[in-house]
C-alpha cells in the first residue's frame, strides 16, 4: 500500500480540499462582513468572529482530520466526525440568525 | 462494499466519539468512503449556505438606490433565512445519510433540494414584480 492510505480515489485529499474550500468561503464571508461595518456598524463583528472563529476552527483540524480519514480508509471504517458537521452548521445558522437581526435592526 | 467477515463478527469499529454514538446508534461501519462522500456533500452545502448568507447581507447593504426599502429587507431576510435553513438542512441531511449508510436501507431524498429551488424562484419572483411595478 504506497502512500499514507492506498486509495487511488484519494478520498483523504478531496475530503480535506473541501474542507479547506469551506474555510475559504468562511475566509471571504468574514472580510465581506468587516467590508460592511460602516453600514451595519458594530453587531457585524459579531457576524465577521463567528464565521472566523469557524475558519480558524477548520484551519487547527485539518492535519487531524487528514491522518483521521487516511486512517479510516487503511482500517475500512472511518469515524463518521459527527462533531464537525455539527460545529460547521452551528455556524452558519447563527451566521443567519445574526444576519436577520442585524438587517431587521438597521 | 468490502464486508468479507461473516455478519456476526464484531468488525471492531474505529474508537467512535460520544456524540456518534449518540447520533448515529447500531448499524455497522459504512464504507469509509461513502461516509467521506456524505461529508464532501455536506460541506457544498454549507458553502452554497454561506454564499446565501453572504448575499442576503450584501443586498441590504448596497442596493439602497435600487431596491425601496421593503423590497430590500423582504430580499435580504429571504436570502439570510434561505442559508440558514439550507445549513440546518445539510447537517440533517448528513445524519440521516449516514444512518441509512450504517442500517445498509434506501438513502433519503433530500428535502434541501426543492427548498433551495423554490425560495430561488421566490426570490427570483420577488425581484420580477419589482421591476414589472417600478
Known sequence: MPGPHGDPGLQPERTTLAWGRTMMALVTVSAIFLRWLPHHGLPILLLFAVSAAAAGAIYVTQRRRYRASARGIRQEAVDADTSAVLWTAGAAVALGVLGIVVVLAS | ?134
Not at chain 2, 466519539?17 to 447520533?23: D, F, T
Not at chain 2, 469509509?32 to 456524505?38: D, G, K, S
Not at chain 2, 442576503?56 to 447593504?61: F, S
Open chain 2, 1 to 134: 462494499m468490502s464486508t468479507n467477515q461473516p455478519p456476526s463478527a464484531d468488525p471492531a469499529p474505529p474508537h467512535r466519539g460520544k456524540i456518534a454514538e449518540r447520533l448515529l446508534p447500531g448499524g455497522t461501519e459504512p464504507d469509509p468512503r461513502f461516509t467521506l462522500a456524505n461529508e464532501r456533500t455536506f460541506l457544498a452545502w454549507i458553502r452554497t449556505s454561506l454564499a446565501l448568507l453572504a448575499g442576503g447581507i450584501a443586498i441590504e447593504a448596497f442596493t439602497a438606490d435600487l431596491f425601496l426599502e421593503p423590497v430590500r429587507k423582504i430580499l435580504a431576510v429571504l436570502l439570510l433565512l434561505l442559508g440558514m435553513l439550507l445549513s440546518g438542512g445539510a447537517a440533517v441531511r448528513w445524519i440521516r445519510v449516514e444512518r441509512s449508510m450504517r442500517n445498509k436501507t434506501p438513502l433519503p431524498l433530500p428535502l434541501i433540494v426543492p427548498l433551495l429551488a423554490g425560495a430561488g424562484a421566490l426570490a427570483a419572483a420577488v425581484v420580477l414584480i419589482f421591476i414589472l411595478w417600478r
